[in-house]
């Protein structure tokens, strides 16, 4: 069975500051893992992917995140907060023989003007 | 092109009414999921089909959950005698092929119980 783990429910960040949201998973093989973005009243929206190849992947709006095998990590950051990055972010991760996401219960982001 | 879309988008139902979610796909995939959102929660997976097979179906809460894709693209999630535990967003997601990297996303449908 995999799991996800949000450290911290809500994140409040000043505009222009560095975005750090955590995420810690567990699989019992090799996993891929995601982040998802979910606006107020929209699905949600894929920001990015790790499956095999770079640990460090890039996303949509200056997103990044990178995978870390030995923390069982993947932390997505951006470094400088725009106002329009207010919104739900959600780490997922799937076993890479599977097809189910596995979700974390989300962060929360709000940016300070 | 026209993404995965989802009716109704909200929904009240007194508690013991049965209740009818459908999910249009995007055009041509053939993986197709349902998970339920609770309030402050992540998503839950629900069920999966592979065109119209129903090939995993272990997230169902209860037999009162029943889900469908009888020509493989439009799929309808019921729920029957439904009760204030089942109130959460339902999301249906498609992809184009199964094992495919990514999943594609619906709007959800929210359901209050009442």
């Known amino acids: 069975a995999q799991s996800v783990t949000q450290l911290g429910s809500h994140v409040s960040v000043s505009e222009g500051a560095l975005v750090l949201l955590r995420c810690n998973y567990s699989?019992?093989?090799?996993?891929?893992l995601f982040w998802y973005v979910q606006y107020p009243n929209q699905g949600l929206q894929l920001l990015l992917k790790?499956?095999?190849?770079?640990?460090l992947v890039k996303g949509i709006n200056g997103f990044e995140a990178e995978f870390k095998k030995s923390e069982t990590s993947f932390h997505l950051t951006k470094p400088s907060a725009h106002m329009s990055d207010a919104a739900e972010y959600f780490c997922a991760v799937r076993r890479s023989n599977d097809y189910k996401l596995s979700f974390g219960a989300g962060t929360t982001v709000t940016v300070r003007a | 092109g026209a993404g995965v879309s989802q009716s109704p988008r909200y929904k009240v139902a007194k508690r013991g009414q049965d209740v009818a979610l459908r999910c249009d796909p995007i055009?041509?995939?053939?993986?197709l999921f349902w998970y339920q959102q609770a309030l402050g929660q992540g998503p839950e997976f629900l069920t999966y089909f592979q065109n119209e097979a129903q090939l995993d179906k272990s997230g169902l809460p209860s037999d009162r959950f029943f889900a469908e894709r009888p020509e493989g693209s439009v799929s309808t999630l019921k729920i029957q005698r439904t009760q204030q535990e089942d109130s959460a967003v339902y999301l249906c997601?498609?992809?184009?092929?199964?094992?495919?990297?990514?999943?594609?996303f619906g709007p959800g449908t929210r359901l209050t119980v009442t």
């Open positions: 699989s019992s093989v090799p996993p891929y």
């Open positions: 790790y499956t095999t190849g770079a640990t």
């Open positions: 997601a498609s992809s184009p092929a199964a094992g495919h990297d990514e999943q594609y």
């Open positions: 055009s041509g995939h053939v993986s």
